[in-house]
């Protein structure tokens, strides 16, 4: 945790009481990708740029669709790269509002995808360009729902 962070924690236990366990512990996101992959790092920027730390790791790319299978993500809910935060799986260009929301309302599921790489998700392009692109939930049993949809620009 940062230093201010840390400060901002104490201030908010003063001032309301006990801070909740997501505010007391950092954000942060595990991302697994394949080497040289930008999309991926700018993703991740978009990430820390919305109050998340990361911490990333290269995969050969089998080795990282065995990873995604092995999680739970169904093959039609595959994307480039994969992140894990608070027991949830995030495959693909999610934006961190979602992620944040995912943690807020802590569904029974497996976790968030976006799949496939529209254009202005994030990562992916220009938002005020984008196509249109739902976030979809994955269910433990592999089902998926729209968990948020997002119109083109």
């Avoid at 991926?40 to 740029?49: A, D, P, T």
Wanted: proline share 8%; charged share 25%; with cysteine.
């Amino acid at each position: 945790m940062s230093r201010r962070a840390a400060i901002l924690a104490a201030a908010l236990v003063l001032l309301t009481g006990p801070v909740p366990q997501a505010l007391a512990e950092p954000l942060l996101v595990d991302v697994f990708k394949t080497r040289g992959c930008g999309c991926c790092v700018l993703w991740i920027r978009h990430l820390e740029e919305n109050g998340f730390e990361t911490r990333s790791e290269d995969m050969i790319p089998g080795m990282l669709m065995r990873y995604k299978l092995d999680s739970g993500v169904p093959q039609e809910m595959v994307s480039c790269h994969t992140g894990r935060i608070g027991g949830y799986v995030i495959e693909g260009h999610v934006p961190a509002r979602d992620i944040l929301r995912l943690l807020d309302e802590q569904p029974d599921a497996i976790g968030l995808s976006v799949p496939g790489m529209p254009y202005g998700s994030p990562g992916m392009g220009p938002e005020d360009e984008r196509d249109a692109y739902d976030v979809y939930l994955i269910r433990k049993d592999g089902s998926t729902e729209v968990f948020t949809s997002y119109p083109g620009a």
